[in-house]
T-cell receptor, first 114, second 111 residues
Framework: DAGVTQSPTHLIKTRGQQVTLRCSPK?????VSWYQQALGQGPQFIFQ???????QRGNFPDRFSGHQFPNYSSELNVNALLLGDSALYLC?????????????FGNGTRLTVT | DQQVKQNSPSLSVQEGRISILNCDYT??????FLWYKKYPAEGPTFLIS?????DKNEDGRFTVFLNKSAKHLSLHIVPSQPGDSAVYFC??????????FGAGTRLTVKP
């Protein structure tokens, strides 16, 4: 039973560039959430996707956008990268019909912006 | 706005003793609370949860206590083992909306 997988593991980008991160949810899950974890902080909610639509969004600028595909996998896109976007980006999946169920996290993508 | 707070950045305990990790929240609408454990270079792993209709949930060595009037929850680990050394995150959500996380507490269990 495959868990949540994310790619790439590490990424180095230059300020102003664009980046795409990818996530495959745990088998059987239909909802994908993205989180940003800066050094020394807890994960901060970016947005959640269900049925290929953005269901909820946290306090992040429009430079952060996403997509969910029919197979439930998801992408996170960040445009016009800033130094402050350097962080660990975590993808988590869940099954929406199961009320109050835990999120299952991948190992994250470490993004460094120089 | 930091709706979930973990005020102790670190905790050190002796193997075999009890570890108590604390968490406070401000949003009275939260109805689901969780603890996650995180090792370096890995994503957070779900440990234990509790819904707002309960005040205690136990799973082996791990027990979570919820005090709704004080908006406080705690995680007890008994007995603590060196393999429990990790960063522990408290999290909460309201009506299955986005999950909010605390900043984490680094637990070190010394042999």
């Amino acid at each position: 039973d495959a868990g949540v997988t994310q790619s790439p593991t590490h990424l180095i980008k230059t300020r102003g560039q664009q980046v795409t991160l990818r996530c495959s949810p745990k088998s059987g899950h239909d909802t994908v959430s993205w989180y940003q974890q800066a050094l020394g902080q807890g994960p901060q909610f970016i947005f959640q996707y269900y049925e290929e639509e953005e269901r909820q969004r946290g306090n992040f600028p429009d430079r952060f956008s996403g997509h969910q595909f029919p197979n439930y996998s998801s992408e996170l896109n960040v445009n016009a990268l800033l130094l402050g976007d350097s962080a660990l980006y975590l993808c988590a999946s869940s099954l929406i019909k199961t009320y109050n169920s835990p999120l299952h996290f991948g190992n994250g993508t470490r993004l460094t912006v120089t | 706005d930091q709706q979930v707070k973990q005020n102790s950045p670190s905790l050190s305990v002796q193997e075999g003793r009890i570890s108590i990790l604390n968490c406070d929240y401000t949003n009275s609408m939260f109805d689901y609370f969780l603890w996650y454990k995180k090792y370096p270079a890995e994503g957070p792993t779900f440990l234990i949860s509790i819904s707002s209709i309960k005040d205690k949930n136990e799973d082996g060595r791990f027990t979570v206590f919820l005090n709704k009037s004080a908006k406080h929850l705690s995680l007890h680990i008994v007995p603590s083992q060196p393999g429990d050394s990790a960063v522990y995150f408290c999290a909460a959500s309201a009506f299955q909306n986005d999950m909010r996380f605390g900043a984490g507490t680094r637990l070190t269990v010394k042999p």
